[in-house]
């Protein structure tokens, strides 16, 4: 029998820049996977809590809320899949869930053990000085040397904001005052919060477990590190424009699609990034990463850029933290190229450079500094990249980010959503009581950053992870500092 000839359907030119696209991340929804990922954050959050905010164990036990890991949603924002919770919540009763600590190697192992499943699934993480909590999940050590890392603070012993020295604030208005018993009263979880002119710190209180050197989460308020890192790099010539295609180390085939993705689009959320999720019961979906980097022990750049596309660049806001993961690796290719050491040169580029001495960056099991979160600073250190802000760009006399990056970072998108280029705004009203054009960078337990450009004030505000904040008494205590302090 002669073979027949293959059909010629597909383009057989040649590609002059390598392989072509990267193989898709697919996304294990299954319940093996799912168990995994929720002992690995589990294990995450001790470590932060312990090693890197410097939490007692008892402190960190009635902190943390265990969290089962979900399956990502589709477009429209709906779960879909197994759901462990239910599980999660029977496990922990039984006592069936156990943390262990190892001070000495600044080590957190949580294992879950389930008589009715094969055997314990077991998830690790570390914390290491400069590169916060590391996912290791079930690997014994991350894939990289996590190397002490040489900070250069020129402001370090200067007043604030360029160094840490305060000088007492002022004693706040008695309104101020009730404002924040208020505010304390409805925010169990909060470690402190924060009011400050570019000029010095006005007010500030903490909580029971908060302090002025106690480095707190930011989560996705990190998200806003990464934008203005890529506002720093415009401005010193290493990238163009936000309007050009993002230039990702693995998005190099000019006939891909992905070439139709710009930075601008990554940061306002707008990639259409997104990838197949395997299901349990044998389906693909489509799901839009929002944890997976916090609970997988990966290379969390290279997995974003594994992402597919799945919805038309620039058409559909989703909140995904793969596109921020994407804008890590840019940043980290950018300074590669440049013969730079990777880790100190993010330091450098931005928190360094306005005295953010306590801030620090969580790595992945690679190495990566995770751009969608988890970073870490006192509210002192958050607040001067409000100030930053407030000062269009400016530090010390010295233009740090191009003319025209604060309005451009802090104004929400044309199309209909409140979020700007991973800040968000007022636009929606959150807050009723304060000027529609307020930005903050935001977290994912009410951590914020508020840039009241109007007032001049910047207002920083640190809650622990999964305790819930009243937001209307937050509102009314910036709208009291804004009428008492101004």
């Given at each position: 029998?002669?073979?027949?000839?293959?059909?010629?359907?597909?383009?057989?030119?040649?590609?002059?820049?390598?392989?072509?696209?990267?193989?898709?991340?697919?996304?294990?929804?299954?319940?093996?996977?799912?168990?995994?990922?929720?002992?690995?954050?589990?294990?995450?959050?001790?470590?932060?809590?312990?090693?890197?905010?410097?939490?007692?164990?008892?402190?960190?036990?009635?902190?943390?809320?265990?969290?089962?890991?979900?399956?990502?949603?589709?477009?429209?924002?709906?779960?879909?899949?197994?759901?462990?919770?239910?599980?999660?919540?029977?496990?922990?009763?039984?006592?069936?869930?156990?943390?262990?600590?190892?001070?000495?190697?600044?080590?957190?192992?949580?294992?879950?053990?389930?008589?009715?499943?094969?055997?314990?699934?077991?998830?690790?993480?570390?914390?290491?000085?400069?590169?916060?909590?590391?996912?290791?999940?079930?690997?014994?050590?991350?894939?990289?040397?996590?190397?002490?890392?040489?900070?250069?603070?020129?402001?370090?012993?200067?007043?604030?904001?360029?160094?840490?020295?305060?000088?007492?604030?002022?004693?706040?208005?008695?309104?101020?005052?009730?404002?924040?018993?208020?505010?304390?009263?409805?925010?169990?979880?909060?470690?402190?919060?924060?009011?400050?002119?570019?000029?010095?710190?006005?007010?500030?209180?903490?909580?029971a477990f908060g302090a002025p050197d106690r480095a707190t989460p930011s989560w996705s308020m990190t998200k806003a590190i990464t934008c203005t890192l890529i506002g720093r790099l415009i401005h010193d010539g290493w990238l163009a424009s936000v309007h050009d295609p993002a230039p990702a180390p693995l998005w190099t085939d000019p006939r891909?699609?992905?070439?139709?993705?710009?930075?601008?689009?990554?940061?306002?959320?707008?990639?259409?990034?997104?990838?197949?999720?395997?299901?349990?019961?044998?389906?693909?979906?489509?799901?839009?990463?929002?944890?997976?980097?916090?609970?997988?022990?990966?290379?969390?750049?290279?997995?974003?850029?594994?992402?597919?596309?799945?919805?038309?660049?620039?058409?559909?806001?989703?909140?995904?933290?793969?596109?921020?993961?994407?804008?890590?690796?840019?940043?980290?290719?950018?300074?590669?190229?440049?013969?730079?050491?990777?880790?100190?040169?993010?330091?450098?580029?931005?928190?360094?450079?306005?005295?953010?001495?306590?801030?620090?960056?969580?790595?992945?099991?690679?190495?990566?500094?995770?751009?969608?979160?988890?970073?870490?600073?006192?509210?002192?250190?958050?607040?001067?990249?409000?100030?930053?802000?407030?000062?269009?760009?400016?530090?010390?006399?010295?233009?740090?980010?191009?003319?025209?990056?604060?309005?451009?970072?802090?104004?929400?998108?044309?199309?209909?959503?409140?979020?700007?280029?991973?800040?968000?705004?007022?636009?929606?009203?959150?807050?009723?009581?304060?000027?529609?054009?307020?930005?903050?960078?935001?977290?994912?337990?009410?951590?914020?950053?508020?840039?009241?450009?109007?007032?001049?004030?910047?207002?920083?505000?640190?809650?622990?992870?999964?305790?819930?904040?009243?937001?209307?008494?937050?509102?009314?205590?910036?709208?009291?500092?804004?009428?008492?302090?101004?």
């Amino acid at each position: 029998m002669t073979s027949r000839p293959v059909e010629p359907i597909f383009d057989r030119t040649p590609n002059p820049f390598g392989t072509g696209p990267a193989a898709p991340l697919v996304y294990d929804a299954s319940a093996a996977a799912l168990r995994q990922r929720t002992v690995n954050f589990a294990a995450k959050r001790y470590a932060d809590m312990l090693f890197v905010s410097g939490l007692d164990r008892a402190t960190a036990d009635r902190h943390h809320r265990w969290r089962a890991a979900l399956v990502p949603a589709g477009l429209d924002a709906r779960p879909d899949g197994l759901d462990l919770s239910a599980a999660l919540r029977a496990a922990v009763h039984a006592g069936h869930l156990a943390v262990e600590t190892d001070a000495g190697d600044r080590r957190v192992t949580v294992a879950w053990n389930d008589p009715d499943f094969p055997a314990p699934v077991i998830g690790a993480a570390i914390a290491r000085p400069g590169y916060g909590g590391i996912v290791l999940g079930p690997h014994a050590v991350p894939q990289f040397e996590p190397k002490p890392i040489a900070r250069q603070l020129p402001g370090a012993g200067q007043p604030w904001p360029h160094g840490e020295d305060t000088d007492g604030g002022v004693t706040p208005p008695p309104a101020l005052t009730t404002a924040l018993d208020g505010f304390f009263a409805g925010a169990p979880g909060a470690y402190g919060v924060l009011v400050a002119t570019p000029e010095r710190v006005l007010v500030e209180r903490y909580s029971a477990f908060g302090a002025p050197d106690r480095a707190t989460p930011s989560w996705s308020m990190t998200k806003a590190i990464t934008c203005t890192l890529i506002g720093r790099l415009i401005h010193d010539g290493w990238l163009a424009s936000v309007h050009d295609p993002a230039p990702a180390p693995l998005w190099t085939d000019p006939r891909g699609i992905h070439r139709l993705i710009t930075l601008d689009h990554l940061l306002r959320m707008r990639s259409g990034l997104g990838f197949p999720v395997q299901q349990a019961d044998g389906r693909v979906t489509l799901g839009f990463e929002n944890s997976a980097v916090y609970q997988d022990g990966m290379d969390a750049f290279e997995a974003a850029q594994r992402s597919i596309v799945a919805a038309l660049p620039g058409s559909v806001f989703r909140y995904i933290n793969a596109g921020l993961n994407v804008l890590g690796a840019i940043i980290r290719d950018q300074i590669v190229r440049r013969g730079l050491p990777y880790h100190e040169t993010v330091y450098g580029l931005l928190a360094d450079r306005i005295g953010m001495a306590s801030y620090q960056h969580s790595a992945d099991l690679a190495g990566n500094f995770i751009g969608s979160g988890s970073g870490f600073a006192t509210l002192r250190d958050y607040a001067k990249l409000g100030v930053l802000y407030l000062q269009d760009g400016v530090w010390n006399k010295e233009r740090l980010l191009p003319e025209g990056w604060t309005d451009y970072a802090l104004a929400a998108t044309h199309t209909g959503t409140s979020y700007a280029a991973c800040f968000r705004t007022n636009s929606d009203r959150l807050f009723p009581d304060l000027p529609e054009d307020t930005a903050w960078a935001s977290g994912a337990s009410d951590q914020r950053i508020f840039i009241l450009r109007r007032a001049g004030l910047v207002v920083a505000v640190a809650n622990e992870t999964d305790h819930t904040m009243d937001l209307g008494a937050l509102n009314r205590l910036l709208a009291t500092a804004i009428d008492t302090l101004t």
